[in-house]
């Protein structure tokens, strides 16, 4: 569905806002405001998938938020990853917290559920996968840094525990995002986001 | 305060999980279960704050999520970024949803509200910082990139309308990240998220 994204400014307080209506008064102090530029949005748009090759995959191990996990399936389908292995707690579709971060793309990134993430791992690595964990403590990831070749699985783990420490023992290589700022943690989902992406844009265009 | 994720196996269904206290059986099925590794954790730690320098700020133009805030709010302290501009309608410190997702990271990065993005964009401008507009449409973003020197500003816009159009005209550069899959959209926080690690991680340790 086409709809159209219009931008005001209102000549009493100043606020300069969007809207997908028409607005004729300033939602904040009901000001006269002005119309300025417009933008045409597609908002259902669904597009064929081009997964990355060789493809890349993750490893949900027992994520508690069903936010978090709609939120990777979001980033995965965007970076081009093929599947999702949810594992232990890690909630799974249908679930409405999933679709509610997933946006649909719950229905574009295939997914599988099991109850032992090692299990996973260990079938995963013999069938040529290169497994990295993100998990606090590892190697610092530098964006320029090698990435991996061939199938490659990342996986990240309980927004409180972490990963379990018999998978990091599995992995081939275990990665962290160095942190500054006083509380140095970052949400999973987006963590998850700067590594895909930053490993998808190399794939997709090597320099 | 110190606490301590244990991990734990069930002996029935064979579901792998972790528990931040001791656990004597499944909580899927009730069966026995094995008791695995373990790790400490800091749950509450506060760090002295290390801002970049030169310094790195946003311009949050009309978000209409409180989570994504949060979640920017977190992420910025994460990456060592100075302040964030609210503009517009963007829900701005004290307010619960802010703080559900910021976990503390919105008393560590400093802020100011604006009720005119573009007025904050064209003084920065003045100031000497460069800007950038994170939007469909621009420049694809590489992570291999050059990335800007001095005073750095990102921009995001609103999650449904995009970044107003007036804005565009006033950015040194408008990039995107480029998307596969079927839905190519992410989640704002998400995408500030890997471009300000994309640029902070090199910006700390140039190559």
Redesign the interface.
Known sequence: MAVK?R?Y??EG????????EEVGKC??CGGGVVR????G?E?D????????FPPCSAVLE?LRSAWNVG?IF???????WSHLHL???TPAPPHPGISK?A???ER??SWSYH?????VIERLRKEGWTVWVLETGGE?????DPIPEGPFTLVV??E???V???ILSLAHRVVE???????????V???F??LA??I???R??P?
């Open positions: 994204a931008f400014r209102c307080c100043g606020l300069r806002f969007p809207a997908l939602p904040a300025g530029g417009e933008r949005l908002t748009a669904e597009h064929p998938s081009e997964p990355l027992n939120s979001r980033t995965a389908d965007a970076a081009g594992c232990g707690i971060t946006l649909g793309a574009c990134v109850p032992d993430a090692v299990e610092p990831w530098h964006p320029e783990g309980n409180l525990a972490g379990d420490p018999e995002l160095p942190m500054r700022g006083c509380k140095r943690s970052l949400n989902s987006v963590a986001g700067v992406l930053g998808s844009l190399r997709l265009t320099r």
